[in-house]
Structures are given as C-alpha cells and as structure tokens.
C-alpha cells in the first residue's frame, strides 16, 4: 500500500469518527471527505481544520494508554501555532503555553501544535519535558540533580548554556527546525512556578532543601491525527502525586531521597522487614501532596486519580468505546492492590488519534 493510499485511509476514519462525534450532518462530512481526496492526491498530504486539530488532539489524549489521567480529555485547551515559520516564534508560543498553562497554580491541560512535519521542515523539541532540573557528573563521580537528565544537560552545555551546578537548575528549551542547527533559548524565571517541599508533621523535612516544578509538559513526543504528525505538540495536564514523590525524588536511579527522609524520620534502616522504605515513601509523598496544596498548585493523589479513571471507563463504556490501557503504567507506584485498576486487564492496542515516542534528536 502506498503512503498515500493509506493517508488517506487514515484521513478517512479519523474525519468519520470525529464529525460523528462532534455531531456533524452526514453532508458536511461528505464535502469534507471529498475535498481532503482531492488534496491527498495532488499533494500527498491535506491540512486539519482548527476544529479538527482540536478534536483529534482530545482524541489522542483519550486514546493515551499510559495515562490514568483521561478522565478530563474533553478539557483539554489547544492552541494552533502551525503558522511559527522560525525558532523564534516557537519559542514565544511555547513561553505562552507554559504561563497559561500554569494558571497561577490552577493548572489547565494545554497542548501547543506546531506545524506538522511534512510543512516547512521538520521541526523537533529537543527536551524530554519543557521544564526540567539539570544534571550533572562531577569529576569525582558525585551526581548533582536529576541523573535523568544528564545526556541533555551535556548537549546544553555543548550548546553553551551554563547552569549553576545546582541540584534544581532549570534546564533551557532547545528547537530544532529543519536542518538548522538546534537553537537555544533560557526559559524565563518568572515563567516557571516551583513549589518547596514541607512535611505536615515534620517541620524539620525543610532541611532536605526539596522541591518541584508545578507544571509537567511533555514535549518529545509525536501526535499523529489521521495520517499527519506533528512532531513537536507539547502538551500537559497535571501532577499526581506519586510522580514526584515515588518516582522522580524517590527512584534509586533518580534523585534516590529515601534513605535521607528515612533518617530523617529516624526509621530504623537495618533491616529491610521493617519496611523502612514503605514508610519513608509514604511521608516523601504525604509531603508532596501537602506542600502542592498548602501552595495553591493543582495535583491529585493516586486513589482519587484511580477512581477518575474508573469514571472515565464507565463514561466510555456508555459511548460504546473501548477503553485501551498499558497496565503497569496504570497502577499507581503506592499501594496499587488498593485501586480497581490492579484487578482488572486492558489490551494495550494502538488506537488513532495518539501519542506516540520519538528518538532523542541529539543521540
């Protein structure tokens, strides 16, 4: 089957789908199929209206089978830049996304679209997410910040940023159009919200020095909508809970804080039958969700995601949808034999609109 052949078999389920969906007459849709035909065969590729970009962007949050969070995928803002010609420009609409995405705290899922890679060249968001702590290795093998982000930290460096050495240096935004050479932007300070971690029993956890960004943006990976890619649709909502504090502060392989807060709680480390780290997790994330809240930043915790989720399966049911899902992404890192979820299966099918992982552009 040719490429476009089977573009425009995309075309053709995602446009039957979404008009269905948004409640569009049957004639509508006929001139609407017609007209992107004739486009796929004179040029290979058709373009979406911004009511179609929307939708198919919703779709594809929908059909994420990573994310527990789909519950609210009707709500989900997007604005269309495909017109940024230039890094410049891009930079500017990502700087947008990020201020009013944020929200003062009260956060609102967004999702930025640029043009898709088949127009004006193709365009890549160098940063795994748009904000995200540094890291680095010092001489003597001593790891400073997120080791997530060391690969990316050193091609910033390449590029000639310079970080403070910090263990919560915000990382720069890095585009690339084309065959340009990847162009380098800091992400202004006041743009970026961070929230200080603080115990609600505990005042002395202030002296571990933690915190976290409020806003997570994922800004690697490729939204396919009816045969066209965007390859750079950065696109947020926001924290639960066990992200920052099961995984990002926790993980061995990442910021690894368990033992710390276990002494801090003095937990008694000598043996593992005394669940020390069980207890250390559960506080590093009791302080998490405490200090979110005492800030105003919106989060949730895993049993209120889990039963959103559940909505959410029951609301799709009732669409006739099937609800597709990746299991181990699913359950939460804490206590997930407490969740619905752990007792039920999903099939992990690849369903259109979607999300899908790109390489890395600078490995």
């Not at 502060?249 to 807060?261: G, H, I, K, Q, S």
Request: net charge negative.
């Amino acid at each position: 089957m040719s490429d476009q052949h089977k573009r425009l078999e995309q075309a053709e389920e995602f446009l039957n789908q979404c008009y269905s969906e948004l409640g569009k007459e049957r004639e509508e849709l006929l001139v609407r199929l017609n007209q992107v035909k004739d486009d796929i065969q004179q040029s290979g590729f058709y373009t979406h209206t911004y009511e179609e970009l929307v939708h198919g962007a919703r779709m594809a949050w929908r059909n994420s089978n990573r994310c527990i969070g789909r519950f609210f995928w009707e709500t989900l803002k997007v604005v269309d830049a495909r017109e940024c010609s230039d890094e410049e420009s891009m930079a500017i609409a990502i700087f947008d996304h990020i201020k009013k995405a944020t929200n003062g705290g009260n956060i609102v899922p967004y999702l930025t679209a640029f043009h898709p890679a088949h127009e004006k060249g193709n365009i890549r968001i160098w940063n795994h997410q748009l904000i995200r702590y540094a890291g680095y290795v010092t001489e003597d093998g001593t790891m400073i910040g997120d080791p997530a982000s060391v690969d990316f930290t050193k091609v910033c460096q390449e590029l000639g940023w310079e970080g403070q050495g910090t263990s919560f240096d915000i990382l720069p935004l890095v585009i690339q159009l084309g065959e340009n050479p990847p162009a380098l932007f800091p992400i202004p300070e006041d743009l970026i919200l961070e929230v200080p971690l603080t115990h609600p029993t505990n005042p002395s956890f202030e002296s571990l020095e933690l915190k976290w960004y409020a806003l997570p943006i994922i800004s690697d990976m490729k939204l396919v909508i009816g045969g066209i890619e965007y390859t750079a649709a950065p696109f947020n909502g926001w924290y639960m809970g066990t992200e920052i504090g099961a995984r990002n502060l926790a993980d061995a392989d990442r910021y690894n804080m368990l033992p710390r807060v276990a002494e801090l709680f003095q937990l008694d480390t000598s043996r593992e039958y005394t669940l020390w780290r069980d207890e250390a997790l559960i506080e590093l994330n009791k302080a998490v969700l405490f200090s979110f809240k005492q800030a105003g930043v919106s989060i949730v915790d895993h049993h209120t995601a889990a039963k959103q989720f559940e909505r959410f399966e029951k609301r799709e049911q009732d669409a006739g949808r099937n609800v597709t899902g990746k299991w181990s992404w699913l359950i939460p890192p804490i206590s997930p034999a407490t969740t619905h979820i752990f007792r039920k299966g999903y099939k992990d099918d690849r369903v259109y609109p979607n999300y899908f992982y790109q390489p890395a552009p600078y490995k």
